[in-house]
């Protein structure tokens, strides 16, 4: 963040302090959302570094959060003005900058080049981590094979076309639905609990909501 | 993570062919369609135009998590997302 005046460090940190919490935030004329005023967390702002007029800050915020206007709106509070210079997402959800396979695109490319040329897949592999490991937190739900066609043709997914689920399953959560390899192929909202699903002999277990892999028919 | 366990249902005899990391048995081909990177993405280009540029390289679906104006990393999802 650049300040447009000199502003003492005191009254700075006393500012940012403000910010922290929920905050109101107008989206910016240019943007995707509709421009009505909405509330966003912000959960804590870090001052790094400062050299002059400009800021280094490390902001945790709601998914959503406009921080070029969080920045705009910190300057009219310190009534000198300010904008953002520079952005950079440091984590998402779980995932940090310290992510042990985060690449470059050079090394994403090399990774990919190699494989192509040499047949060697290892690097490859290192970089592009199978979606199961960013979904590991959602209760599972393990369906059949032979349901997997009509699953991921948009049925529901009943008691009968189960196996098992795990033990954290409850009504109106987001759930992950398995084949047998433990390879996800769908998510969904549950519509029961764990006991009532494993002890049920019908009824809606989930909902999908967005396919992952799709099944074609077994030739006959 | 708290402890959890799976349930199975009392007359189903199917059981799991568990292995704790799935995708080491899946072949590179399919592997890159069920997968995500995460990108330390330089100043510059936009997500957008990363996405594609990685598409049009590994001739598959690609998309990406979200953007930011002048961004930092961000996870590729590829594949049918």
């Known amino acids: 963040m650049q300040l447009h005046e000199e502003v003492s460090e005191e009254r700075l940190k006393e500012t940012i302090k403000l910010f922290v919490g929920k905050i109101y935030q107008k989206p910016p004329l240019r943007s995707a959302v509709k421009k009505a005023p909405r509330i966003r967390k912000i959960y804590s702002i870090d001052i790094l570094d400062i050299k002059g007029r400009n800021v280094l800050m490390e902001v945790r915020c709601e998914a959503g959060t406009y921080v070029r206007k969080l920045c705009f709106d910190i300057g009219e509070v310190l009534g000198s003005g300010a904008h953002m210079t520079e952005l950079r997402r440091t984590a998402i959800a779980f995932l940090k900058e310290d992510y042990e396979y985060l690449a470059t695109l050079h090394e994403l490319f090399g990774a990919y080049r190699y494989w192509k040329k040499y047949g060697d897949e290892r690097y490859l592999r290192f970089y592009l981590r199978p979606i199961e490991e960013l979904l590991f937190f959602l209760p599972k739900v393990f369906i059949k094979e032979t349901a997997l066609f009509s699953v991921t043709h948009g049925s529901f997914v009943a008691v009968p076309a189960i196996v098992g689920v795990t033990s954290d399953l409850k009504p109106k959560q987001l759930v992950g639905v398995y084949n047998l390899n433990n390879e996800i192929i769908a998510l969904g909202r549950a519509e029961m609990d764990a006991k009532t699903a494993i002890e049920s002999e019908k009824g809606i277990v989930l909902k999908i909501d967005k396919v992952l892999r799709v099944y074609e028919r077994e030739e006959q | ?81």
């Open chain 2, 1 to 81: 993570m708290s402890q959890r366990q799976i349930l199975y249902k009392k007359d189903s005899k199917i059981r799991l062919k568990l292995s704790p990391f799935p995708f080491v048995n899946r072949k590179i081909e399919e592997h890159m369609n069920y997968s995500f990177a995460l990108l330390d993405k330089p100043r510059g280009p936009t997500s957008h135009e990363v996405a594609a540029w990685i598409k049009k390289e590994f001739n598959i679906p690609v998309t990406h998590s979200g953007t930011l104006e002048i961004d930092g990393e961000i996870p590729l999802f590829q594949g049918y997302y």
